[in-house]
Nanobody, 119 residues
């Protein structure tokens, strides 16, 4: 079993910054990818940013403003969010794709952290 614990959400004014963190814990896990999704009221959950061992992917709406990074030793992923806009307001969910010792792949989600950007 893998647990994802998020932190760093909150309230910020437009143009401000926030940094989200998410740490994965579990026995004998190998993480293929970690990332962040978000869901605003009335909207579907959407990809924000994803990082693997060799690449990063961003939603077009956050390119140039958000940066995803990963500390493999700590099984932690970060999302630095700059130049925040009111439309970035959403619940942000941490995501991890994990491979166990048998080679099985599973997807895990954090509990979500609220980001609210005021205009």
């Amino acid at each position: 079993q893998v647990q994802l614990v998020e932190s760093g959400g909150g309230l910020v004014q437009a143009g401000g910054s926030l940094r989200l963190s998410c740490t994965a814990s579990g026995k004998s896990i190998s993480i293929n990818a970690m990332g962040w999704y978000r869901q605003a009221p009335g909207n579907q959950r959407e990809l924000v940013a994803l990082i693997t061992s060799g690449s990063t992917n961003y939603a077009d709406s956050v390119k140039g403003r958000f940066t995803i990074s990963r500390d493999n030793a700590k099984n932690t992923v970060y999302l630095q969010m700059n130049s925040l806009k009111p439309e970035d307001t959403a619940v942000y969910y941490c995501y991890a794709q994990v491979r166990n010792t048998y080679g099985d792949v599973y997807n895990y989600w954090g509990q979500g952290t609220q980001v609210f950007v005021s205009s």
